[in-house]
Nanobody, 125 residues
């Protein structure tokens, strides 16, 4: 069955860095757009970043542009989110999701049909 397992979350000081990983099983990520979303306490889930099948195109939320980098290793069936210059407002549970088998990155969560359980990222001094 399709599974997405996130890892790499934790507690980090403001200005620090973390790299999240999303290991996929039950399907091959090379056939799908993959995305990262997050849900902060008391807020709705929001789009963070996405990457198309080939990795040739990416998309970022304005709030993370220039600080976060998404990448994929199709050979390892894994998607990554490198997060630099972290801010307290980046504190959230981060989710990996499988999107459509297409060459664009949708931001709407409704277009992603499989989700991981999430990994907590806390940015605090």
């Amino acid at each position: 069955q399709v599974q997405l397992v996130e890892s790499g979350g934790g507690l980090v000081q403001p200005g620090g860095s973390l790299t999240l990983s999303c290991a996929a099983s039950g399907f091959t990520i090379s056939g799908y757009t993959m995305g990262w979303f997050r849900r902060a306490p008391g807020k709705e889930r929001e789009f963070v970043s996405g990457i198309i099948q080939s990795g040739g195109s990416t998309r970022y939320a304005d709030s993370v542009k220039g600080r976060f980098t998404i990448s994929r290793d199709n050979a390892k069936n894994t998607v990554y989110l490198q997060m630099n210059s972290l801010k307290p407002e980046d504190t959230a549970v981060y989710f990996c999701a499988r999107g459509p088998g297409s060459y664009y990155v949708p931001a709407a969560s409704s277009t992603y049909n499989y989700w991981g359980q999430g990994t907590q990222v806390t940015v605090s001094s």
